[in-house]
């Protein structure tokens, strides 16, 4: 029914921290009220409205799509930090579909050239873009009434008359009653009475931040949670601030039922119709009177004899004719077109790029040099990417260098228009254990209280968090503490109310859309909050694409490896001449096979990891279809087929198929189930499955939604046995299938990534010295990862020499020449690049550096600071330059003071270094005692992750020695629930509680091969704590365990080596540290 009053000022979690409703809590709310219409007016930006407008819609309540928008003092170019950090608010409304776009540009605008704190408009924003709008100035934070509150009546009538000017008779003043505020209602007549005579009609409304009061003191959490978040143009919390019935506001308007009525006007006039779902394709730049579809197929043909295929071979002419027909058939050459276009300019620039995804199954994709892998030759199915009755578009994921990959966002910029593209924007939401912390912080709690119950919620895993009502259900600890405890439960309540909630907007790790127009005329726009200048759109992925305004999604992702494996070529070709075209490299080479049957994993694409490598060292790969099945296999759910998958290849005896038409589809990989394709292509062939039905059931299996589940069961299982099937064999099959719900691989996705896991075992293996620089220079800056890659180097024969000023370039370099790589200067912690790079250069312009004088006088003292000073004195970058560590460290002020004085008569620098002189005085340091060898070897440890000069286990070189099994042969070869010994010197502890609030620690144990973790409970913890301390050299025993995909060790006894080596005096072998790993 249509109501005498309609909601023209609601809020949603897209305020950010400043409201608490979602979208589809609004919608419904507003039906059970009885609305039939309602406006969203989030602050100052327009997030949720394709959500709000489709869900409205859906619910029969006419959306009227509005923002509540902060207007500057002054204009939005002024950011005085006293005048301009004021401000009012004015209530935008699109009356229009012109006025929805107009909302949109000054949204924007308001991003992009008014933010001071705030988006801000200012008068001229309002006046050029007023078309189509309605404008309503708020009841508390407008400029009238502020105007009022100070006193002056004068001014709250200008400001009236100005929104007159500008809005005409769709101006209209905001009139909001409180009861429970006297002297705010009593603000309201005097408001009323200015608007009357400027003659602005006024409007009855409720400003809704919340939607029952129930929800009060959720919503007063929600503001206390961002700590400085509070808006002082937000009404203030003793207001009702919830959705109202109609009832209740006529009954609260009674004496101005012109200011209902005129509510429903407002909502009467609002009409706008948002196309959803209607694809907008960019413009593809093309000759006269050619088509996109013309271009396509030229380029694809001509892309034939480019890839080397027989263009008259008929697999060849009758797949990509077909292809053709289905992209033409579905209107989507541009697509091709642009994606095509942005591969070739990568390629072009000298970028690596691959692709994942479906789309590897396409030959079009093939021969327009769009993917690298031949459908034909791998047995990719087209239709899995792309198939007549697919309704949704095709999608194509772009990976790039990471170091590279946004030249050719910038290129898209400038091709298809700067105004056209730009990043999607994403949001960052409240998750269950971030919920209960920030609940309990701004309850007043003690830290403990909430991470006490945070705890007590399971993590999850990506893409599938666990909320706190599922965690409730999991954990029977939070159940009873819950129950038990008053404060746990308000604790609870509360968070429960804001989950979910959005916390911040940030920019989608890859997607990026272009438009055929200006986005404006589709999406708002804002810069990226984290200051990078990025562009984004404030729609997320849904609201921008097919689901919404139908703009054209391409995803641009960076990937490490890639950058990687480009920076190994560039160093194969420097250091030998050698000129590697990665594509086409052999795909059989045996020295690559055997690497990785011996389990030299570390540092490759996909293959790496203690349990990967296990199974590697046991399959022993001949062909890169290992490879993409074993990229494939090793998940939850397929990995149980791995072992089975081993036998097979090394017995072919052991092939078999429950039914002979399998034979074709799973030959390849010896008769098991290894790719989501082979569960379709059995729906397919088996159970006369359409395409469309087979990817319903990949869907379905995906979702692991248990009701859809067994629908999609009964239904294979009714097609198998029609099919000719026993009702045995098509269980038997169902229950082989069932193990990849939610986690199986598609086909040319593992084709795709096993490329570059191949690709990088590949260089590894044939050029170690050149691959592993490469791999620790894009890990310079995690120590920890530093030095298992060092160690993985000395598995291999490849000395790994500390850093020097003398002989380091900026990153990790191999000695040509030499089995040998040298640490960089940017690999030292608390290193800046530009001084490294600056010492560089100067050593290559000047010569080495002769003493430590000669140093210090060619450096700048405004960029050697006493930080990065210290940092070379203690890596052992500055040894053999004249004076020991003690000494410079001692009298590191001395040092700086020298480069100073050196420096004193010059004038401004225009780099780090000056020129070399052999004149300067020496420092003649005084002796210092020597610096404890277990300090120096922490220290390094501390900068560069690794032990230079030094082992804190070379004192104990005998006991480690008569090991029968090293922490990396408790990894790679001890099962599960065995019991076995490791040893090493603690190099990292970290302190946590347990879920019953107890102690308990995680602690890296280090060898000179590799680490291993260990953890300790809380009973064992508080037994040996004495004991277990940084740079502590121990025998831990305790039984193994896999955690995060590595091996560990659950402590149950612990030695220190002084004590393993003072009980085995006299005797033969060592008991606690060198006893093989076995069963107790």
């Not at 006419?62 to 301009?84: C, E, F, N, W």
């Not at 082989?736 to 084709?751: M, Q, T």
């Not at 033969?1068 to 790993?1077: D, E, G, L, N, Y």
Request: proline fraction near 6%.
């Amino acid at each position: 029914m249509a109501h005498g009053w309609t909601p023209l000022n609601v809020h949603s979690h897209y305020s950010l921290l400043k409201a608490l409703p979602t979208i589809p809590d609004i919608v419904h709310q507003a039906k059970t009220l009885g609305y039939d219409a309602i406006a969203l007016t989030d602050a100052g930006a327009l997030y949720g409205a394709i959500e709000f407008y489709k869900a409205a819609r859906a619910a029969n309540i006419r959306p009227i799509v509005g923002v509540d928008a902060y207007v500057a003092p002054r204009t939005r170019h002024d950011m005085d930090a006293v005048i301009d950090r004021s401000r009012e608010r004015l209530i935008l409304l699109a009356r229009t579909t012109e006025g929805y776009r107009n909302l949109i540009r000054l949204v924007t605008r308001s991003y992009t050239e008014g933010f001071y704190y705030t988006p801000r408009v200012d008068a001229d924003l309002l006046k050029e873009h007023a078309q189509g709008l309605i404008a309503l100035m708020p009841a508390n934070a407008g400029k009238a009434a502020q105007q009022l509150r100070n006193g002056n009546r004068e001014g709250a009538l200008a400001a009236l008359r100005e929104l007159k000017e500008v809005f005409g008779e769709h101006a209209y003043a905001q009139v909001t009653l409180h009861p429970e505020a006297e002297m705010h209602d009593a603000l309201m007549g005097e408001l009323v009475e200015a608007a009357r005579e400027v003659g602005v009609p006024v409007v009855a409304d409720r400003e809704v931040y919340y939607l029952t009061p129930q929800d009060v003191e959720a919503y007063a959490t929600l503001l206390k949670v961002q700590q400085g978040a509070y808006d002082p143009t937000t009404p203030p919390e003793d207001f009702d601030l919830s959705l109202p019935s109609a009832e209740t506001m006529e009954m609260l308007y009674r004496d101005l039922p012109e200011a209902l009525a005129n509510a429903r006007r407002v909502a009467d006039m609002s009409e706008i119709d948002i196309p959803i779902g209607e694809w907008k394709f960019p413009q593809f730049p093309l000759p006269k009177g050619v088509t996109p579809q013309q271009e396509l197929e030229r380029l694809a043909w001509k892309g034939v004899a480019w890839r080397g295929l027989d263009p008259n071979n008929p697999k060849v002419k009758q797949r990509l004719s077909y292809e053709l027909s289905v992209i033409e058939k579905k209107g989507y050459a541009t697509y091709f077109l642009v994606v095509g276009d942005l591969l070739r300019e990568a390629r072009s620039r000298g970028i690596y790029t691959t692709i994942r995804g479906s789309v590897a199954g396409s030959l079009t994709t093939y021969v327009l040099g769009i993917t690298n892998v031949d459908p034909l030759s791998f047995q990719l199915p087209f239709e899995r990417f792309l198939n007549p009755e697919r309704p949704s578009a095709p999608d194509i994921d772009m990976d790039f260098q990471d170091n590279r990959r946004d030249e050719i966002i910038e290129y898209a910029r400038e091709k298809y228009g700067k105004d056209k593209v730009a990043q999607i924007g994403t949001f960052g939401t409240m998750l269950a254990r971030a919920s209960v912390r920030d609940v309990a912080r701004a309850l007043g709690y003690p830290y403990a209280m909430g991470d006490k119950i945070a705890r007590l919620i399971p993590m999850g895993r990506q893409g599938f968090p666990v909320d706190i009502t599922k965690a409730m259900e999991l954990e029977p600890d939070l159940a009873k503490l819950y129950k038990e405890n008053a404060d746990a439960r308000r604790i609870i309540d509360l968070a429960r109310k804001i989950e979910g909630k959005a916390r911040h907007i940030s920019v989608h790790a890859a997607g990026v859309v272009i438009s055929p127009d200006p986005l404006t005329d589709h999406v708002p726009l804002q810069f990226d909050p984290k200051g990078t200048g990025k562009l984004i759109t404030q729609y997320e992925m849904r609201s921008v694409g097919e689901d919404g305004v139908g703009l054209l999604k391409f995803d641009f992702l960076g990937i490490r490896n890639l950058s990687i494996l480009a920076d190994a070529v560039a160093r194969v070709e420097r250091n030998r001449g050698v000129r590697i075209n990665i594509e086409h490299i052999p795909f059989d080479d045996q020295k690559t096979f055997e690497m990785l049957a011996r389990g030299e994993t570390m540092g490759l694409f996909q293959l790496n990891g203690s349990g990967m490598t296990q199974f590697l060292q046991e399959l022993k790969p001949t062909t890169i279809h290992d490879i993409n099945a074993m990229v494939a296999l090793y998940r939850p759910g397929p990995m149980e087929s791995i072992p089975q998958y081993i036998a097979r290849k090394h017995n072919p005896y052991l092939v078999h198929y429950l039914d002979d038409r399998l034979r074709p589809i799973l030959e390849r990989s010896f008769g098991v189930i290894v790719y989501q394709d082979d569960v379709m292509m059995i729906a397919i062939e088996l159970a006369g499955y359409s395409w469309l039905e087979a990817d319903k059931l990949r869907k379905a299996m995906g979702k692991k939604i248990p009701e859809v589940m067994a629908e999609e069961k009964e239904k294979l299982l009714q097609g198998l046995t029609t099919h000719g099937m026993s009702q045995d064999k098509a269980q038997e099959l169902w229950a082989l299938i069932e193990p990849f719900a939610a986690y199986g691989f598609n086909k040319a996705h593992a084709a795709s990534y096993g490329r570059v896991a191949y690709q990088t075992a590949y260089m590894k293996a044939n050029y170690p010295e050149e691959y592993m620089a490469a791999v620790l220079t894009a890990e310079s800056g995690d120590t920890e990862e530093i030095a298992k890659l060092i160690a993985e180097c000395k598995r291999i024969g490849i000395t790994v020499a500390p850093p020097h000023v003398n002989f380091s370039d900026v990153y990790f370099s191999e000695v040509p020449g030499k089995r040998e790589i040298r640490f960089g200067l940017l690999s030292i912690k608390n290193f800046g690049e530009s001084v490294a790079k600056e010492i560089v250069a100067d050593r290559e312009a000047h010569g080495s550096f002769s003493s430590l004088e000669d140093f210090l006088a060619r450096a700048n003292p405004a960029s050697l600071n006493r930080r990065a000073l210290e940092a070379l004195i203690l890596s052992g970058a500055l040894d053999n330059l004249g004076y020991a560590r003690e000494q410079m460290l001692a009298h590191i002020e001395r040092l700086l003071a020298y480069t100073r004085e050196i420096h004193a008569g010059e004038q401004a620098q225009q780099s780090l270094f000056s020129a070399p002189d052999e004149t300067h005085p020496p420092l003649g340091l005084p002796p210092t005692p020597p610096l404890p060898l277990r300090e120096r070897l922490a220290q390094e440890k501390l900068l560069l992750g690794v032990y230079v000069s030094g082992h804190p286990l070379d004192e104990y070189r005998d006991l480690m020695g008569r090991r029968k099994i090293t922490n990396r042969g408790i990894k790679e070869r001890v099962p599960v629930d065995v019991t076995a010994t490791a040893a090493g010197v603690i190099v990292e502890l970290r302190e946590v509680y347990s879920k019953r609030g107890e102690k308990m620690a995680f602690a890296l144990l280090e060898d000179n091969e590799d680490r291993i973790e260990i953890a300790l409970f809380p009973e064992t913890y508080r037994t040996y704590r004495e004991i277990v301390t940084p740079g502590a050299c121990l025998a831990v025993e305790g039984r193994v365990t896999r955690r995060n995909d590595e091996k560990s060790i659950v402590a149950e006894r612990i030695q220190t080596l002084d004590e393993v080596r003072n009980k085995l005096k006299g005797r033969p072998a060592v008991s606690a540290a060198s006893a093989p790993a076995q069963a107790h």
